[in-house]
């Protein structure tokens, strides 16, 4: 099958509605954001997109994992425009052009691809809109180690054990996060994944992926030439991944999470600890508290 084919099979496979809250036995309802916020709620195959029109990409996503029904489907490289929203509320293709930002998955590829091979087919094509990208460096989208490593191990959980999870992810967007064709390229990104524990509770854990330190070594900005904006990004050196208090998450954000912050499962601070050093480094997956 053709590139071209395979794309058009993926556009005409019937779509299931996007994240749904009753998928655990617990409900979990979408982040919900003030009212002063300009999100747009976009729905696609098993997974919804919270967009933000002022900064044009997602503030959160929700997808919604079925760990028994998981499918292999050929990755592809279908990136196209949501068509039911203006192209300018969408940072598209010329963001990514002559440099070395990646166009990484909110929704991870791979987690919303489950259930009957034409939906299935759907899910994978829906994952590459423009709307479940955000601009990352490629260290930090491709590496195993770190944020590429958790959603692996997030997915792999849930197929061994054939869990029913829900994952969250999105940018921490700041006033300072550095402007670079138009679009503020954030410093961090997070993650929540969501289960049913014993006895049908609720559990949840929160991660933040810090790239800021990285990205104060080079300078993005929109006043450059066309000549000079076609070079490459800089390469940026490491970055820091923490699992964090769920609380922290939706302060950071300005996100309300409903009961994600309740079912956390790192402890609770003692009172005299405050920001950042309630947070856990993590250097591999037996760093994680769950």
Known sequence: MTAQSAQQSAQDAPADSG?????????VPLPRASSDRDIIELDYTH???LLDRPRRLAAATAVNIDGAFLVDVERGDYWHLDERIPATDQAGPELYRGNDLD??????RRDPVWGEPDVAARANFDTFVYTNAAPQVAGFNQSQVLWSGLEDYVLEHA????????????PIFTAADPLYRGIQIPLAFWKVAAWVSEGDTLASTGYVLDQSAALREIELTQARREAEDLRPVPP????GTFQVPITDIEELTRLNLGPLARADRLPAAPPSVE???RWVPLRSHSDIVV
Do not use: E, K, M, N
């Open 19 to 27: 994240y749904s809250p009753d998928f655990l036995q617990a409900p």
């Open 47 to 49: 997974f919804t997109v």
């Open 103 to 108: 166009r990484g998955h909110l929704v991870r």
């Open 159 to 170: 197929r061994v054990w054939d869990l029913h999870l829900t994952v969250f992810t999105g």
């Open 236 to 239: 940026l050196g490491a970055f």
């Open 275 to 277: 920001g950042r050093s």
